[in-house]
């Protein structure tokens, strides 16, 4: 009785549920992180038009740079990570 064909859409329908589930849960947790980041984007251009009124050495700028270029990866890797999940969800 457990070979039924009804049983086996069911047990098929429920490993599809929890994938789901899951993908939900990564888009979630990608989502928030996105935010933090975005955050912390318009803090940097708030930062930046602050300098922007001054006069500001090399170093703070190259300091900007560097903290753009991280923020820059940080949001390269979620996205990169989302793909790979839309990817898997459509097989």
Same mark, same amino acid.
């Given at each position: 009785?457990?070979? +039924?064909?009804? !049983?086996?859409?069911?047990?098929?329908?429920? &490993?599809? +549920?929890?994938?789901? +589930?899951?993908?939900?849960?990564?888009? =979630? !947790?990608?989502? #928030?992180?996105? !935010?933090? &980041?975005?955050?912390?984007?318009?803090?940097? =251009?708030? /930062?930046?038009?602050?300098? /922007? &009124?001054? #006069?500001?050495? /090399?170093? *703070?700028?190259?300091?900007?740079?560097? *903290?753009? !270029? $991280?923020?820059?990866?940080?949001? /390269?890797?979620?996205?990169? $990570?989302? *793909?790979?999940? *839309?990817?898997?969800? =459509?097989?």
């Amino acid at each position: 009785m457990t070979d +039924d064909p009804d !049983n086996l859409v069911l047990t098929l329908l429920r &490993r599809l +549920d929890t994938k789901v +589930d899951r993908v939900a849960d990564d888009v =979630r !947790n990608h989502t #928030s992180l996105l !935010n933090v &980041r975005r955050q912390d984007m318009v803090m940097v =251009r708030a /930062a930046i038009n602050d300098m /922007a &009124r001054t #006069s500001f050495t /090399a170093g *703070e700028a190259e300091a900007i740079h560097e *903290e753009l !270029n $991280r923020l820059q990866g940080d949001f /390269a890797q979620p996205a990169a $990570r989302v *793909e790979i999940i *839309e990817g898997r969800d =459509r097989r």
